[in-house]
């Protein structure tokens, strides 16, 4: 696998070089189209009153004129997929130095009520979900929450190869954020798939033809009316006929268009999108399963949201008023297109949501294929599925913090034990709680975890860690955190779960903290839970000597040369230095 650093880098460099050299050609073609229509007025000027030059020359500089315009908007389409992927190249840089926390925090999807994503800062500010979303569609985003929320164990080892084959595919990755970064829709997914499901036909069957029927009539009764046959006023009147069948439809017509209008860009964007999937070859078996999912027999699904989209922009010519005069008068334009557009929603509304879910799938996994770029010294898991180990990882980390800075920790626990973990302030045992959190969560959704090696048997994570009380609810923090206890009594009735609790019971007084968090552990070991619990609480440690399930470990600290020193590993064992008198005198409170 190409450095990734190196990657980036070759990548700015290209992309620079190649949206400088589109530029300079906008400017090229933007001066000869204005050369063209100089020329073209002179000529012009020059050859009046010979009109049959003159037409001649109009018709040449139309006709060079346009070709121009053609050739400038394809260019101007690559220079902006090319400005998009510079973009994207500059951000992972930035990204790589640590700067990321301007970027979508997700703070929306905070949710306190969750298993485990508000306590091991899932989402908000600095989180896991800010330095790795790459997703650039709604949806994507959508998909990519879902994920790291799901709790799923199963299948994580097609999610790992889908991944892994993603993060080899980097340059397609970017492309396909790229395409989907360059129109802003005006719509959700979901709010477009409601349209189409729910959309009702109205145009009759018949209009698949009258509008051709009506418009071979118009352009008769021009010609006779040219060669003066009839009188142009017969002409004149046959366009109040045109206006006066379509006004029949216009109050429905005007309900479609809007919805219309609103789904244009998402259908422009999508048939782009599905084209490069389509494009692609994949070789893990979940990517083939998604690529299979948007295929029709006779027409790849490019095409046909292709053709859905120019239907959708001929309903939005209607918008010119002299268009939608005589094109409806004339043409019956708003009946025939939407009569195309009916007929797509009738023959193919049913297969949108498989599109669409497949373009948030691969968004998604395209994020998460470049989180496995960007850490090719992270390992994924190996799935054990008969072993009585759920945890054996070596040099495990929090992914969060600076490889310089991180202290990296060996950790092994089977099923059903429980690990009571002590320490002073701040000596790291908040962070190894979130730490273990992130692994599984990170191993559960398919990605490679911090650590140098991970032997891992799927479970599902539960934590309470950040409780809080609730003004509305009138609840306080006590009966809140009552309550996050009693659904991990409830939850572990029903299956495994891996529980992860920090300093339970902080709202009651100490002796009662310490009856209570003893109880609520014997329970828990009783419910054959596996889990760790930090606490201040020594007299907690106690209860290894009656629980075999029961381990006790601890964060060290200890005060060298009046300063207070962390070496943030994990041992075996009952923490016996503390240091809050420490601090409070260091710092003059006492």
């Known amino acids: 696998m190409k450095d990734k650093n190196a990657f980036y880098s070759d990548n700015i460099k290209k992309y620079t070089s190649v949206v400088s050299s589109l530029k300079n050609r906008l400017i090229s073609l933007s001066s000869i189209r204005l050369a063209v229509f100089i020329l073209s007025a002179i000529g012009l000027y020059l050859l009046y009153p010979n009109w049959k030059f003159m037409l001649l020359i109009g018709i040449i500089g139309v006709v060079v004129f346009v070709f121009l315009l053609s050739r400038y908007t394809?260019?101007?389409s690559k220079l902006e997929l090319n400005q998009s992927l510079l973009k994207i190249n500059q951000e992972e840089q930035k990204i790589a130095s640590g700067e990321f926390e301007h970027r979508n925090p997700g703070s929306n999807f905070q949710n306190p009520n969750h298993q485990y994503s508000f306590d091991v800062d899932l989402f908000g500010k600095g989180s896991f979900f800010q330095y790795s979303n790459r997703t650039v569609l709604g949806s994507g985003q959508d998909y990519l929450?879902?994920?790291l929320t799901a709790n799923d164990i199963s299948d994580i080892e097609m999610r790992q190869e889908a991944i892994k084959e993603l993060s080899q595919k980097q340059e397609w990755s970017q492309i396909f954020s790229a395409t989907g970064s360059l129109i802003e829709t005006e719509s959700s997914s979901e709010e477009i798939?409601?349209?189409?499901?729910?959309?009702?036909?109205?145009?009759p069957h018949y209009m698949s033809w009258l509008p051709w029927v009506f418009s071979t009539i118009s352009i008769i009764l021009l010609l006779l009316s040219v060669f003066e046959t009839i009188d142009i006023s017969l002409f004149g009147y046959w366009l109040f006929a045109g206006l006066a069948l379509t006004g029949v439809y216009l109050k429905k017509i005007n309900v479609l268009a809007h919805n219309s209008d609103k789904a244009k860009a998402t259908f422009k964007q999508f048939s782009s999108l599905l084209l490069l999937i389509e494009q692609q070859k994949f070789s893990s078996e979940l990517?083939?399963?998604?690529?299979?999912?948007?295929?029709?027999k006779d027409i790849k699904a490019s095409s046909i949201v292709k053709r859905f989209s120019k239907h959708l922009d001929a309903l939005d010519n209607r918008n010119n008023l002299i268009g939608a005069i005589f094109g409806n008068g004339y043409l019956l334009l708003d009946l025939k297109n939407t009569y195309k557009i009916e007929r797509w929603i009738t023959n193919y509304a049913h297969?949108?949501?498989d599109w669409f879910e497949t373009i948030a799938f691969f968004d998604a996994y395209n994020s998460l294929g470049t989180f496995a770029f960007n850490h090719p010294n992270y390992v994924f898991p190996k799935i054990e599925l008969h072993t009585n180990t759920v945890l054996n990882a070596k040099a495990l980390g929090h992914p969060m913090i600076s490889e310089g800075k991180r202290v990296a920790s060996d950790i092994i626990i089977d099923k059903q034990q429980f690990f009571v973990v002590t320490g002073a302030n701040m000596a790291g045992k908040s962070t190894f709680l979130r730490t273990v959190s992130l692994h599984i969560i990170m191993a559960n959704t398919g990605l490679p975890v911090c650590a140098s090696s991970s032997l891992y048997t799927p479970i599902k994570l539960i934590t309470s860690m950040r409780t809080s009380d609730s003004l509305s609810d009138e609840s306080s923090y006590f009966f809140s955190e009552l309550t996050r206890l009693k659904f991990i009594v409830e939850s572990i009735a029903d299956e495994p779960y891996f529980i992860i609790l920090d300093e339970i019971l902080k709202g009651t007084n100490s002796t009662d903290k310490a009856i209570?968090?003893?109880?609520?552990v014997e329970k828990l070991v009783e419910g054959h839970a596996t889990g760790v619990i930090a606490t201040h609480d020594l007299s907690l440690c106690e209860i290894s000597e009656t629980l075999a399930e029961?381990?006790?470990?601890?964060?060290?600290?200890?005060?060298?040369?009046?300063?207070?020193?962390?070496?943030?590993?994990?041992?075996?064992?009952i923490c016996q230095n503390m240091n809050a008198s420490f601090l409070m005198k260091k710092m003059n409170i006492v």
């Open 74 to 76: 394809d260019y101007k």
């Open 145 to 147: 929450v879902q994920m």
């Open 516 to 520: 209570g968090s003893k109880r609520f």
């Open 550 to 573: 029961v381990k006790n470990y601890y964060f060290d600290a200890e005060i060298i040369d009046d300063e207070l020193y962390f070496d943030y590993k994990l041992k075996k064992g």
């Open 351 to 353: 297969k949108a949501e």
């Open 287 to 296: 990517l083939i399963v998604k690529q299979q999912q948007i295929h029709l």
């Open 193 to 203: 798939l409601h349209w189409l499901k729910h959309h009702k036909p109205f145009v």
